[in-house]
């Protein structure tokens, strides 16, 4: 499998990054089939791995660990950190406190003595930035981490840290890990520009957009995508929505145009995400074995440019069908901060 560099890390990583999401609890909870399905991809040249402690509540890193015990000097692993890991207020968070005790908890979880990347999971304007920065360069310097990213920031984040890093002198973020797939284009205005100036790693994930690209809903489906790990997020599959009947109708048309390119949905979905010049890896989050193996070969397609030029008229480049699928709402939007 093709490798590309992570940025300026000086690391080198697979277009495919496997994402352990659905291992444990929310989704294959058969801790020997999740194993088998990280070894299937390992030995097909992904040396990519991404998790998170929150996933199944440390299970997923569980299943990682033991997934790549005797493997992991060929791996680089990434995990993340921010989401509530018990009732207890401060078990959750970008504060020093939290970060320096779950690094220690996700090494635990991982059986590893470092982590290649340490991600916060979503962004917390209520946090000093300077204080997570500093943090995170207190655990690089440890040895702990060797380098750490974020996912799913504003783009005034994003441009916030590295300026914070600099005047602060702290080690800055070198990756970003954002939403991205032909049903979710908003990214593509601002964030990904972004990112390319500041010379980051960019590890997009959902590029099958939870679902919806896998080639199962066309225009006659009752439901959208569902699985336990969505359940929740009903603004997100509910098809009694007006922003989920776009992505159906969306879904159906891309469907037609890969079938008439020679191709699966599945494996055009990728190939698109794997095109823009600022993505490095995109994450594929499988949940068995024939997922894996379906979006596999994505990876080795190229689209020609008659086919992105139809996929763009289907949705057009910057625009995301259903805001809901970016990922992070500003709380400046939350009901209660609005004036009214």
Request: glycine share 8%; charged share 25%; with cysteine.
């Amino acid at each position: 499998m093709q490798s590309r560099p992570l940025g300026r890390t000086g690391v080198h990583v697979s277009a495919l990054c496997l994402g352990a999401m659905m291992f444990g609890d929310w989704g294959t909870k058969d801790h020997d089939e999740s194993i088998r399905i990280i070894h299937r991809a390992l030995d097909v040249g992904i040396n990519f791995i991404d998790t998170a402690d929150v996933y199944s509540a440390g299970e997923s890193e569980e299943i990682v660990g033991k997934a790549i015990a005797g493997r992991r000097d060929d791996i680089v692993l990434a995990t993340k950190f921010h989401s509530p890991m018990g009732d207890d207020v401060n078990q959750r968070g970008n504060g020093r406190r939290w970060i320096i005790a779950e690094v220690e908890n996700s090494l635990r979880r991982l059986q590893t003595d470092w982590i290649d990347l340490y991600q916060v999971h979503r962004y917390d304007p209520a946090i000093d930035l300077e204080v997570t920065l500093g943090a995170l360069t207190d655990l690089v310097h440890a040895g702990k981490i060797r380098y750490f990213g974020h996912s799913t920031w504003p783009v005034s984040a994003i441009v916030e840290a590295q300026w914070t890093a600099e005047r602060r002198g702290t080690e800055r973020p070198w990756t970003e890990q954002p939403s991205y797939s032909i049903l979710t284009r908003g990214i593509e205005r601002d964030v990904l520009p972004t990112l390319m100036r500041y010379g980051y790693g960019v590890l997009s994930y959902s590029p099958l957009a939870g679902g919806w690209l896998s080639g199962r809903y066309r225009r006659d489906a009752q439901r959208g995508p569902t699985s336990p790990s969505r359940q929740r997020l009903v603004n997100r599959f509910d098809l009694a929505l007006d922003e989920n009947q776009r992505k159906l109708s969306a879904a159906t048309a891309l469907a037609t145009l890969a079938e008439e390119a020679g191709l699966s949905l599945i494996e055009m979905a990728i190939a698109f995400v794997l095109r823009h010049p600022g993505i490095t890896s995109a994450i594929i989050g499988p949940r068995t074995m024939e997922h894996l193996d379906s979006q596999i070969s994505g990876a080795d397609v190229r689209l020609s440019d008659d086919v992105l030029d139809a996929i763009d008229q289907v949705v057009a480049p910057g625009v995301t069908l259903n805001p809901a699928d970016d990922g992070w709402v500003p709380p400046a939007l939350d009901p209660g901060a609005r004036r009214r």
